[in-house]
């Protein structure tokens, strides 16, 4: 007996101990209170400064707090919607009963004292109504702003919520969050009834004016093409300082140049487009993770544009090639017209328009023939073998000597290059500004055959002789002849019959 009044005195020390811990516990997990509600014209900024440290329990708290003054503004709202109803409807009987007091005056033959006073009676009534009326509608008008102010504060809230639990699957908010927006789209807004339209007018014409309507709209928009006007403008100053700061740097590929001006004026522009939507009050945290999230999908989509980009990016930096350079690329000859990001436009020699991909030409050989400022025109020409070598050679020093257009350093060459099989083959290589190439190269050419001829010089072409041969076709009866017998001779030794002979 003794023994179990000891072990219930423990068990109730024990119990005694720790229920203050449990109580403490208990009331720090269900018995949470909303702080940030207390004030409920707190400004927006510093509500989001004390949200940040909360935890998703704890904003969950305060979202209910400011959920339950989002109810009670919205239950003010519908108040004052129901009392301006029926203020217009008892404002529209006394205008119908006046009307029917002035048909009475007007049919009377003689004027009425009774009639005149009960009609200024009822238009009195009407004209009271109509004033409580513009009054309930301030009235209305300043409940819907304090509702507004209330889910601007709801939303900060949920913008934290959403910050520390995450996307859904989707891309969107999840369910926890969507319900508190569900019910904010339900209760926000203007609603017209077809009945009442002259209420509805006057509840859009408080909204226009309202701070937290139509004037705040007003300043949020202007404030979206300010925003985009000055990033406009501080994009295009932005190209042309990089455009500047390019050619102090050096000389730079006119592509690249143009890549990187035009980069950097379209980056501003993005960057304005995106901060100008948040000062339209749109979330841009849920449309980047919708574009992040779809940008995987659009890559491996578009592998092969990518490879153009990609592509694209190496020619603009390594420079094989520039604007109005004739090249030779993925088996085309022509002058560079323009290069993006993806595709090389090439216009041919016979004025064709050649869109190629960056990567076709990237992953192949490129030939970029206005590269250097000089080149060398390998010509060759032949004489024949009975020719004065001597003779051709200071032809061709003549000819390459007197054309203005030939350089002189470097010096050309002229010397007996092969014995062919038809020619004897003289090399002459003058060197010349690339945009001459083709001048010196028809020039010389016309002026060896003309000063050739001159000199009695030959320009040999490929000879052949071919022999032919005969036998005689005598001798080749006499011995068909000769064989016949031998046959014959043969079948008559063996008693076969004779075979006839067409030349018999």
């Not at 699957?169 to 319900?179: R, S």
């Not at 090639?321 to 595709?343: R, Y």
Request: charged share 25%; with cysteine.
């Amino acid at each position: 007996m003794l023994f179990s009044n000891r072990s219930l005195i423990l068990i109730l020390f024990t119990l005694c101990t720790l229920a203050p811990f449990y109580v403490r516990a208990e009331n720090s997990s269900t018995n949470l209170v909303p702080k940030t509600n207390s004030d409920p014209e707190i400004s927006i900024v510093e509500l989001d400064i004390m949200s940040a440290p909360l935890t998703v329990e704890e904003l969950k708290v305060e979202a209910n707090g400011w959920l339950e003054l989002v109810k009670a503004a919205a239950r003010k709202v519908a108040d004052a919607k129901v009392r301006i109803r029926r203020l217009q409807e008892k404002q529209t009987k006394t205008e119908s009963n006046t009307d029917k007091l002035q048909d009475q005056l007007e049919e009377s033959q003689v004027k009425s004292a009774h009639l005149d006073n009960k009609k200024k009676q009822s238009e009195a009534i009407a004209e009271n109504l109509d004033n409580k009326k513009d009054l309930a509608m301030d009235e209305l008008t300043n409940l819907r702003s304090k509702r507004k102010a209330l889910i601007d504060r709801l939303n900060i809230v949920l913008e934290r919520i959403t910050q520390k639990i995450g996307l859904a699957e989707n891309g969107k908010e999840k369910e926890e969050v969507l319900v508190y927006r569900r019910y904010i789209t339900a209760v926000g807004g203007i609603k017209i009834y077809a009945s009442d339209m002259e209420s509805g007018f006057e509840s859009i014409k408080g909204w226009i004016l309202s701070s937290h309507g139509g004037m705040r709209w007003t300043i949020n928009i202007a404030n979206f093409f300010f925003i985009m006007l000055f990033f406009w403008i501080l994009g295009r100053f932005l190209s042309r300082a990089t455009r500047k700061a390019l050619k102090f740097a050096g000389k730079q590929s006119k592509l690249l140049t143009d890549f990187l001006v035009g980069m950097s004026s379209r980056t501003m522009v993005i960057i304005g487009f995106i901060v100008a939507l948040s000062a339209l009050e749109v979330d841009i945290g849920p449309l980047l993770a919708v574009i992040g999230a779809a940008g995987f999908v659009v890559a491996f989509a578009l592998q092969n544009t990518l490879s153009n980009f990609a592509s694209g990016i190496m020619i603009m930096f390594y420079r094989p090639f520039d604007v109005d350079d004739v090249v030779e690329v993925a088996s085309i000859s022509g002058k560079v017209s323009s290069l993006n990001l993806v595709t090389t436009t090439i216009t041919t020699f016979d004025n064709k328009r050649m869109v190629v991909p960056n990567n076709d030409i990237w992953g192949n050989i490129i030939t970029n023939a206005t590269a250097s400022t000089e080149r060398r025109v390998d010509l060759l020409f032949g004489v024949g073998y009975e020719d004065d070598i001597d003779l051709a050679l200071q032809v061709l020093d003549e000819i390459v000597a007197t054309h203005p257009l030939v350089l002189t350093d470097p010096a050309p060459v002229i010397r007996l290059h092969e014995l062919a099989d038809s020619s004897v083959n003289i090399i002459c290589r003058p060197w010349v500004k690339t945009s001459d190439y083709w001048t010196v190269y028809w020039d010389i050419t016309r002026s060896v055959k003309e000063r050739f001829d001159e000199r009695g010089l030959s320009i040999p072409f490929p000879q052949r002789d071919i022999h032919i041969y005969q036998e005689q076709k005598s001798d080749i009866r006499s011995m068909t002849k000769e064989k016949h017998k031998e046959i014959t001779n043969g079948s008559n030794q063996m008693g076969l019959e004779q075979p006839t002979s067409n030349d018999d």
